[in-house]
């Protein structure tokens, strides 16, 4: 059948035939709900088409031009790239960022995966767990940046500085020394994090198959052996994806660093994210700044492909 | 008759027997929680866990809850003592009116209104027609969205700055509108993927009946659809409003405006120069709304939580 022909040559009067053939089939497609079901994609195709993928092609445009706003955008080749490499700041903004990430890691992958081993085993105090666990989830993290700023005050009668008293140690200045600044940010990132991370594993704990224990336990594997070696088998895949998940975004870090530090001292806690915020809202330079984030971007997908790769025997 | 299992050693016993019933069994089974050794070791545990918890979680908000009502001076010169100089309730009407958290908490219900309602909107309409509908361009509006999934945000930050600021085609500039943060919160791929698979699984006799009865495409949405997506509709409310709650760069970006400007924004943007006192009240007003919300609702936010996480993985 060449209907699709027979529809592109309407215009041409041949005959009677044809325009009974395109109502024919424009008129199938309305009666079987075609324009119903094009109404139902509108949202959808509105919001994606506006908001995320209009949005990404422009990047790769924007990427090549030199744009302020104000005079016509203009191309100029790989022009913004080799300036965001020649950047002072990028290697000390990159260290920041892996260096955060790698703290964050080290220290939030392994709590709340414990957390929810242990909680798995409450029985009527799990929920008491769970609540208590995610409540800093809950708080939005401007406000939990500022609360734990005060408790990082440098005087000595601040809220840790007093805290360390008691031990005989301190007073020490959080925030303001170049090494301790980054792991600051990171203790309180992880503890607003962490309940979420672990609810997930507690979900996925609780979907293990009983007869796994059951089996093992016959077989006279202890407590601490069956969770060694069924609990956490069972739910690595949850484990890799949120590993995963997290570096993803912890790569992108943004609001901690800023509200807590401002990226310093000496610039000790500028993230790649803040370098691409001081691109286009301060120097007003959005060709730049989209030039590093597509380069953050191709990285994280390059790393989250070899990791996948890499882990793809040990998840199956 | 289940009272034949009598318990020797009084109701201790007894209650292991009944959690044995209501919970399903985690590592520990009944016979080593029956022991001695074991039971302490839980019991100990549990007690460390708790009240590690108790401090960690709950120390930093009743601090804040003590601190909103503090003098400056009692705050930075002694945070660990209670009311030193007396409370001060003034501080909870200060913070409203002078540094604004009244407009800044309104500012935050608008926003979140409006992404709860295009979020739901996007979601469900989106996922009719990805899971039930499926014309036959729905495969590539499908890989379309997942394609925004795995794509990280961090590559259109800036242009989509620059869509918000001049849209295509209709050439509108939302910049301090409420619509520059409504709009781009409705195109999120997680919450349509969510809803999706939510619809795929839905009795399809049920909906084919309705067809052949003579239901359309609207009359199928909203009579059988709908009432059926009772609990997604939950998870996608919960997930967009406490979202919207805790979304930063993106308001300070799009509203510049003071007036406009959520909490998360107005706090960030005080906190320089505002009063101790008045910027911790501030805190905890924006603190007690999210944190009620989450009490009273506790099992659905920590279902709908769990359940993000395992359609993640």
Do not use: C
Request: glycine fraction near 8%; proline fraction near 6%.
């Amino acid at each position: 059948m060449t209907s699709t022909s027979e529809v592109s040559t309407s215009s041409t009067p041949t005959g009677p035939s044809v325009p009974r053939d395109t109502t024919g089939r424009v008129g199938r497609w309305v009666r079987r709900g075609g324009i119903s079901t094009l109404i139902f994609f509108i949202p959808v195709l509105f919001t994606y088409g506006y908001f995320a993928w209009w949005p990404i092609l422009r990047s790769l445009v924007l990427s090549l031009q030199k744009t302020n706003l104000v005079t016509e955008p203009k191309f100029v080749g790989l022009d913004n790239f080799t300036r965001v490499l020649a950047d002072p700041l990028l290697g000390q903004a990159t260290w920041n960022t892996v260096w955060f990430t790698i703290l964050a890691m080290v220290i939030g992958f392994p709590v709340p995966v414990m957390f929810a081993v242990f909680v798995a085993e409450l029985r009527r105090t799990r929920q008491i767990a769970s609540v208590l666990a995610y409540i800093p989830v809950i708080i939005p993290p401007v406000v939990s940046v500022l609360l734990w700023k005060e408790f990082y005050n440098p005087e000595p009668h601040g809220i840790f500085n007093t805290i360390a008293s008691w031990f005989g140690a301190g007073p020490f200045p959080w925030l303001q020394d170049g090494n301790s600044a980054m792991p600051s940010i990171v203790v309180q990132a992880t503890w607003a994090g962490f309940g979420q991370t672990a609810i997930i594993y507690l979900a996925a704990l609780m979907s293990i198959r009983a007869e796994l224990y059951e089996a093992a336990e016959i077989d006279g594997a202890g407590i601490v052996r069956r969770a060694w070696h069924i609990t956490l088998p069972q739910i690595r895949f949850v484990m890799l994806f949120m590993l995963l998940l997290q570096m993803i975004g912890t790569m992108q870090v943004f609001t901690e660093p800023t509200v807590m530090t401002g990226g310093g001292p000496e610039n000790k806690t500028v993230t790649l994210l803040m370098l691409i915020y001081r691109y286009a809202f301060i120097q007003g330079d959005y060709g730049k700044a989209t030039a590093l984030s597509l380069i953050l971007a191709v990285v994280l997908s390059i790393v989250s492909a070899i990791y996948l790769a890499a882990t793809r025997k040990w998840s199956n | 008759m289940a009272t034949t299992i009598e318990t020797p050693s009084g109701t201790g016993n007894a209650r292991r027997l009944r959690d044995a019933e209501n919970f399903d069994r985690s590592n520990v089974s009944e016979l080593e929680r029956s022991r001695t050794s074991t039971r302490i070791g839980l019991g100990i545990m549990t007690v460390l866990v708790i009240g590690l918890l108790a401090v960690i979680s709950g120390g930093p908000l009743l601090w804040l809850a003590k601190s909103a009502v503090s003098t400056t001076e009692d705050i930075v010169q002694r945070p660990f003592e209670l009311w030193p100089s007396g409370i001060q309730w003034s501080n909870l009407a200060d913070a409203w009116n002078q540094i604004r958290i009244g407009q800044y908490l309104a500012n935050t219900l608008w926003i979140a209104i409006g992404n709860w309602f295009f979020g739901l909107l996007v979601a469900l309409t989106g996922g009719y027609g990805l899971a039930i509908l499926k014309p036959r361009y729905a495969k590539i509006v499908n890989a379309g969205v997942l394609a925004t999934l795995f794509i990280p945000g961090v590559v259109s930050l800036i242009s989509l700055y620059l869509t918000v600021l001049d849209m295509p085609i209709i050439h509108l500039n939302l910049i301090n509108t409420f619509w520059a943060v409504w709009l781009p919160a409705g195109a999120s791929a997680f919450n349509l993927l969510l809803v999706s698979r939510f619809f795929a699984n839905l009795p399809g006799d049920v909906i084919e009946a309705a067809r052949i009865d003579g239901a359309g495409n609207f009359r199928i949405f909203a009579s059988i659809v709908l009432p059926m997506s009772k609990p997604i509709i939950g998870v996608i409310s919960l997930l967009t409003v406490v979202g919207a709650w805790k979304e930063f760069l993106w308001p300070l970006l799009v509203l510049p405006k003071a007036e406009l400007q959520p909490l998360s924004v107005g706090l960030y943007k005080v906190a320089e120069t505002a009063p101790q006192s008045l910027l911790l009240a501030g805190m905890f007003i924006s603190v007690i709304i999210p944190v009620a919300l989450f009490l009273i609702f506790q099992r659905y936010f920590l279902r709908s939580a769990g359940q993000a996480g395992a359609t993640k993985g």
